[in-house]
């Protein structure tokens, strides 16, 4: 599943909040980084993600286009 803090839920954060899982990857395309929620750090690897990789190349991101509010960014919790 694919998400992101850039998303008015701030999903992977409170996926970390409530699962524990620590390790997220970017689900943008053509980006291979990931983060570590739990040494709140940048890693240059992590565990081996099952297929898609990355949203398609044309959808926005938080996405999909027309589903989020135009007034998205500023619900972010900071």
């Not at 998303?7 to 970017?26: I, K, W, Y």
Request: glycine share 12%; hydrophobic share 30%.
């Amino acid at each position: 599943m694919g998400c992101c803090d850039s998303s008015p839920g701030q999903h992977a954060t409170a996926h970390f909040r409530t699962t524990g899982h620590p390790v997220v990857q970017s689900y943008e395309p053509g980006e291979d980084w990931f983060w570590d929620y739990a040494a709140d750090e940048l890693r240059a690897s992590g565990p081996a993600l099952a297929p898609p990789v990355s949203h398609p190349e044309g959808q926005p991101a938080p996405g999909p286009a027309g589903r989020v509010p135009a007034d998205w960014a500023r619900s972010l919790r900071g």
